[in-house]
């Protein structure tokens, strides 16, 4: 999950006061604000585990030595979020219009992508 930036796009202002943000736990890392070293992203293979990997190591990772702290939550196992019920109807407005921003942001993205791939020669260069 991203984190929710309280600062409004155009003014750079605070949007939300305290008492209209709540406090969640992080679903990246599950509040424990860090995650797995993305160098075991693909796993351990049972045969590195054995082989590769000492006493001491084994026993660190299951500890989460190796582990580093959550980007998306900046090691703090929560994130603020907008209470919104307790916004007011123009604060509401401001909320979805940037919500709307970031799927603008995201369709830009998939079409540049996708023009990559056309001039790539993947694709079928139809479409847009
Ligand atoms: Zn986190």
């Keep these: 999950m991203k984190l929710f930036d309280n600062r409004g796009p155009d003014t750079g202002e605070p949007i939300l006061t305290k008492r209209q943000m709540q406090w969640v736990i992080c679903d990246t890392c599950r509040g424990e604000g860090k995650r797995d070293n993305p160098a075991f992203a693909n796993g351990i293979t049972s045969e590195e585990w054995a082989n590769d990997w000492d006493e001491d190591e084994r026993e660190g990772y299951l500890e989460g030595r190796y582990d580093v702290p959550c980007n998306d939550c900046n090691g703090a196992g929560r994130q603020q979020i907008p209470l919104i019920s307790a916004c007011t109807f123009a604060q509401k407005r401001i909320l979805a219009g940037m919500?709307?921003?970031?799927?603008?942001?995201?369709?830009?993205?998939?079409?540049?992508?996708?023009?990559?791939?056309?001039?790539?020669?993947?694709?079928?260069?139809?479409?847009?």
């Design 99 to 128: 919500r709307k921003s970031d799927r603008e942001y995201q369709r830009d993205y998939d079409s540049e992508k996708y023009l990559r791939m056309a001039e790539n020669g993947v694709g079928h260069g139809c479409g847009y």
